[in-house]
């Protein structure tokens, strides 16, 4: 088990990098404003079911790859686990805070449209912005 200052710092990592939107915050985002915060808790949750199916793999090759395998996957289980959680309640909150604003546009249908309207200019202008860009 790793030392507490390691543990920490994983853990700030690890915080980090499950802040960072990406497509599984995307999809949450997603199915919460659209089908509301039930469907995107459970979103969150199966999310972390297949993420539980990363840490069994890595706890295979792990234990293939060291000399002193039992220790060194375990290790991996456990820092894969704490990854996982941390995950799956950002994703949760997530998915919260979405059916709280899938709620507000539901009851303020002129708002929600402005709001599609301005997230398609976005995303226009972020495509021109990267087919016009240089390539090095």
């Keep these: 088990m790793p030392d507490a200052t390691s543990l920490i710092l994983f853990m700030t990592a690890t915080l980090a990098l499950n802040l960072t939107p990406g497509p599984d915050m995307l999809y949450v985002v997603t199915r919460s404003v659209g089908q509301g915060q039930k469907a995107g808790v459970i979103s969150a949750l199966g999310i972390r079911g297949y993420c539980l199916a990363h840490t069994a793999a890595a706890f295979g090759l792990s234990a293939l790859l060291t000399s002193s395998a039992v220790a060194y996957a375990w290790q991996i289980i456990f820092l894969g686990l704490l990854f996982n959680v941390s995950g799956t309640l950002v994703n949760v909150v997530v998915a919260l ?24 200019a976005v995303f226009i202008a972020l495509g021109l912005r990267l087919a016009f860009a240089k390539r090095s």
Excluded at 98 to 113: E, N, S, T
Excluded at 114 to 120: A, C, F, N, S
């Design 97 to 120: 805070l979405g059916g709280r604003v899938g709620g507000a546009f539901k009851k303020r249908p002129a708002f929600a449209r402005k709001q599609r309207w301005i997230t398609g």
